[in-house]
């Protein structure tokens, strides 16, 4: 199936997306095998550190899922993690590129852990308009495309729409379980940051921690895209991480937009797009906030008669980065 570079169509997306599940679930079976191979083996490689893991596994899906993509459809551009990683850098243009993360969550495949997915996410006139994660261990399938919707779908079940309950409002921080990641790099800077804000988030102000929100809980699933599926779905209330990459997310944006959930880039992003009269919409992922690198996702909130969805959405965006320090990925 070709589908016309200029007028990539709904009904197109559909198509894709057929297409692209089945890609996943094929990927999923050789990401189970390669878990099985990678617990009998130490075959595991570090790409910029010790805890940056790259496996055989990671690279064989990746070739797998663009010579499939390249026989689909030609006329697409690819970036893969792995490909990157090897030298191979695309530039972002207009026409539908696959942004595919392989394995997402490289740490958790080699130990075991069963939090890994593919990340296949479809960027069309540089913006995210399709996205399909598939966690093999569980067996779950989250699919999304802009303007229809997105599903888990749990094995042989029917789709299900996301979010999987009715929202419930967010008063504060303070009522959130939120996900956060520590990420690979490790030196001090990065890392104290991170621990400062993490603490905030955790603390009791009234018991010593200046600043603190002391949030219900917070988790790190080890897999940005599972986290973000898992915002979408309403199992978390918010994620946030500086140092991951478009293909890290680039589905999960999809997913979690058509749950109603808000994407939202760096301390920056938002402070430009809620400064007084700026034009700027805070909800909207420009390339700028896709590539940044620094993501904010915060789950459906319904309308009260106090404020909008949207309204309490940014009010909790605010607070949050009143609360984390932004810090520069390596
Ligand atoms: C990583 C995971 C991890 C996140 C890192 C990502 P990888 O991807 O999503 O949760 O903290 O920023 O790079 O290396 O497992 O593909
Ligand atoms: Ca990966």
């Known amino acids: 199936m070709s589908a016309d570079l200029q007028t990539l169509k709904p009904v197109d997306l559909r198509s894709v997306l057929t297409f692209t599940v089945k890609l996943a679930r094929i990927a999923g079976t050789l990401i189970l095998e390669g878990s099985q191979a990678i617990q009998s083996t130490s075959d595991v490689n570090e790409k910029k550190n010790s805890v940056d893991l790259v496996t055989e596994y990671d690279v064989a899906v990746e070739e797998l899922v663009k010579s499939e993509i390249a026989k689909a ?23 539908p590129t696959f942004c595919v993360d392989p394995i997402d969550g490289t740490t958790n495949f080699v130990h075991g852990f069963p939090f890994a997915c593919i990340s296949l996410g479809l960027i069309y006139q540089k913006r995210p308009v399709l996205g399909v994660i598939y966690n093999p261990f569980l067996d779950h399938l989250y699919t999304g495309i802009e303007g229809q919707g997105s599903f888990l779908t749990r094995g042989n079940n029917q789709p299900l729409k996301l979010p999987l309950t009715n929202p419930k409002p967010l008063p504060s921080l303070q009522k959130a379980l939120l996900a956060i990641e520590w990420g690979s790099d490790r030196g001090e800077k990065n890392l104290i940051s991170k621990s400062d804000s993490f603490l905030r988030l955790a603390g009791d102000p009234a018991d010593g921690i200046a600043g603190g929100r002391m949030a219900h809980s917070i988790r790190s699933l080890g897999s940005a895209a599972l986290n973000i599926s898992t915002v979408a779905q309403g199992g978390l209330d918010l994620y946030w991480e500086i140092g991951c990459w478009p293909w890290d997310v680039c589905a999960g944006i999809v997913i979690a937009q058509e749950a109603g959930g808000a994407v939202i880039g760096s301390h920056a992003a938002l402070a430009a797009a809620t400064s007084a009269g700026s034009s700027i919409d805070p909800f909207k992922v420009t390339p700028d906030v896709l590539t940044g690198r620094k993501y904010l996702i915060i789950r459906a909130i319904p309308d009260t008669p106090n404020e909008t969805g949207r309204e309490a959405q940014l009010r909790i965006a605010r607070d949050f980065y009143q609360t984390v320090e932004d810090v520069e990925p390596k």
Not at 80 to 90: F, I, K, L
Request: aromatic share 18%; charged share 30%.
């Open 73 to 95: 459809y030609p006329s697409f551009k690819f970036i893969g993690e792995e490909s990157y990683s090897s030298g191979t850098r695309n530039e972002l243009t207009d026409d």
